[in-house]
């Protein structure tokens, strides 16, 4: 249960070396950037999609922005789970394939679905 010196030393070097690659990442920057004395307004406006910001920052969003990110997020999970599936389909019975199929069958009719209420349209 004791950590022998060896193995606090091995941690203390650990940390040493992040700390050290953490202040190294938070001075490179100002040290490399050249300092410039004129500062373009333009650079330093808030930028809104190439058009001048309009409204109060701490407006609402529309829910469709939220559906939108929501619907990329379950479809970047089906790939997360049908690339490893599809490398070792080789290997696997018909009963892998079946339920990966009745899993893409689910994930396309919520697909069909959202695309059938308008949730896709802008």
Known sequence: MFIENNEV??????????????????????????????????????????????????????VRFYLVAILFIIFDIEITLLIPWSISLGGLDYQAFLVMFFFLIILFIGFLYEWIIGALDW
């Open 9 to 62: 030393f091995t941690i203390l070097v650990c940390v040493l070396i992040s700390f050290l690659i953490g202040l190294l990442l938070l001075l490179l920057p100002n040290i490399l950037i050249p300092k410039f004395t004129n500062v373009n307004l333009d650079k330093l406006s808030a930028f809104e999609c190439g058009f001048d910001p309009f409204q109060d920052t701490r407006s609402t969003f529309d």
